[in-house]
T-cell receptor
C-alpha cells in the first residue's frame, strides 16, 4: 500500500514533443506529490509538486495532472528539449509532520534533437 | 542559503571492509536528515531518517547503521561491507515539523564493493 508505481521505465521523445510520465498509488492518506529530476551522477532535485486539493499545477513547461478518484498523477513536459533528458521520479508522502517520501522507480527520458 | 555537503563522492571498497559516509548541512537548524540508496536503474530507497541528535529511525533491516552526533551532521556506516551494499547513496534534508516541504538531496556518493 506504500508503493508508488511509475511508468514508463524509459521514454524517447523528439525535440518539441510532449513527454508524459504516469504514477499511481494506493494509500489514500498520501497528501503531497512531488516530482524530482535527476541528471546522471547528481542528486535528485525537486521539479514541481502538487497537493490533492487541486487537479492541475503548471510551472513553465512542466505540468502535473492529478486524478484523486483514480489515485493517479502524471507529469507532462511540453515542448520537450534535449536538456530535459534526465531521470524523473514521482513520489508521495503522508502528512505526519515528517517528510517521508515514497518514490517511484523512475523514468529515463531521452529527448532527441 | 542552505547547502548540503556529502563525501566522499566515490569510493571502491573490498568486501568485509568498513564504511563511513558523511553529510553536513549548512544554513539551517534542526533539520530532518535522511539517507537514501539508489541501486542501478532503480528508485530511491529510504534507509534512515533522523529528527534530532541521536534520534535515528531505520526503515529496512540491513548491514548499515547511521548516527547523528551533531545537529547538522549525519553519518552512514558499516562494520563489514557486502557486495549488495554497492550503490549510489544520497544524504538529504528537509525543514522539520511541516509536511509538504521539499527534500533537498546532496550530490551523492558512489560506492562500489568489490
Amino acid at each position: 500500500q506504500q508503493q508508488v508505481k511509475q511508468s514508463p521505465q524509459s521514454l524517447i521523445v523528439q525535440k518539441g514533443g510532449i513527454s508524459i510520465i504516469n504514477c499511481a498509488y494506493e494509500n489514500t492518506a498520501f497528501d503531497y506529490f512531488p516530482w524530482y529530476q535527476q541528471f546522471p551522477g547528481k542528486g535528485p532535485a525537486l521539479l514541481i509538486a502538487i497537493r490533492p486539493d487541486v487537479s492541475e499545477k503548471k510551472e513553465g513547461r512542466f505540468t502535473i495532472s492529478f486524478n484523486k478518484s483514480a489515485k493517479q498523477f502524471s507529469l507532462h513536459i511540453m515542448d520537450s528539449q534535449p536538456g530535459d533528458s534526465a531521470t524523473y521520479f514521482c513520489a508521495a508522502s503522508v502528512n505526519t509532520g515528517f517528510q517521508k517520501l515514497v518514490f517511484g522507480t523512475g523514468t529515463r527520458l531521452l529527448v532527441s534533437p | 542559503s542552505q547547502t548540503i555537503h556529502q563525501w566522499p563522492a566515490t569510493l571502491v571498497q573490498p568486501v568485509g571492509s568498513p564504511l563511513s559516509l558523511e553529510c553536513t548541512v549548512e544554513g539551517t537548524s534542526n533539520p530532518n536528515l535522511y539517507w537514501y540508496r539508489q541501486a542501478a536503474g532503480r528508485g530511491l530507497q529510504l534507509l534512515f531518517y533522523s529528527i534530532g541528535i541521536d534520534q535515528i529511525s531505520s526503515e529496512v533491516p540491513q548491514n548499515l547503521s547511521a548516527s547523528r552526533p551533531q545537529d547538522r551532521q549525519f553519518i552512514l556506516s558499516s562494520k563489514k561491507l557486502l557486495l549488495s551494499d554497492s550503490g549510489f547513496y544520497l544524504c538529504a534534508w528537509s525543514v522539520p515539523l511541516t509536511s509538504g516541504n521539499t527534500i533537498y538531496f546532496g550530490e551523492g556518493s558512489w560506492l562500489t564493493v568489490v
